[in-house]
Antibody, heavy 115, light 107 residues
């Protein structure tokens, strides 16, 4: 069965970087892209960006341009999202989701940014 | 960017009711619209894609319709497990914007 398993919770100081992983199983990894979505406490869903697992092409939300990098490792069927220069407003649960339709989601990774 | 506006923002209903949630796009998106259900502390769950296609395993009590700018999600015969927050998302163009969510509560 299709599964996306994300890395564990992180606590970071302002200005630091975080890298969240999303390991896929149960399907051919490079047949679907991976999208990243975050959700601040008590807020709605915010689309962060997309990476094609086949070509590596990316598309990022404009408000994160320059701070976010999405990559994939096809040898381990894992997608990564790195966010740099963290601020308190980056405190959120970060999700990966499969494909254009986001039909399968990871369990979420809580990233807390606090001094 | 395409703005997605859901209405209502919150909705109270009783078990057994039928409810409809609306999602409006700021410009035409054909049928490139998905609906998700999210329960507290859980990841979103995909319900519908291509405006009206049910994801595998999703009960037929959920239905979607619409094209262009106006879309609806209808849930019939509400059960306790259906009380959650629902989001629409367009995937016609980047950035893939979400609606602000509709919180469905038990009356």
């Amino acid at each position: 069965q299709v599964q996306l398993v994300q890395s564990g919770a992180e606590v970071k100081k302002p200005g630091a970087s975080v890298k969240v992983s999303c390991k896929a199983s149960g399907y051919t990894f490079n047949s679907f892209g991976i999208g990243w979505v975050r959700q601040a406490p008590g807020q709605g869903l915010e689309w962060m960006g997309w990476i094609s697992a086949y070509t590596g092409d990316t598309n990022y939300a404009q408000n994160l341009q320059g701070r976010v990098t999405m990559t994939t490792d096809t040898s381990t069927s894992t997608a990564y999202m790195e966010l740099r220069s963290l601020i308190s407003d980056d405190t959120a649960v970060y999700y990966c989701a499969r494909g254009v339709y986001s039909d399968y989601w990871g369990q979420g990774t809580l990233v807390t940014v606090s001094s | 960017d395409i703005q997605m506006t859901q209405s209502p923002s919150s909705l109270s209903a009783s078990v057994g009711d039928r409810v409809t949630i609306t999602c409006r796009a700021s410009q035409g998106i054909s049928n490139y619209l998905a609906w998700f259900q999210q329960k507290p502390g859980k990841a979103p769950k995909s319900l519908i894609y291509a405006a009206s296609s049910l994801q595998s395993g999703v009960p037929s009590k959920f239905s979607g319709s619409g094209s262009g700018t106006d879309f609806t999600l209808t849930i019939s015969s509400l059960q306790p497990e259906d009380f959650a927050t629902y989001y629409c998302q367009q995937y016609d163009s980047y950035p893939r914007t979400f609606g602000q969510g509709t919180r469905l509560e038990i009356k």
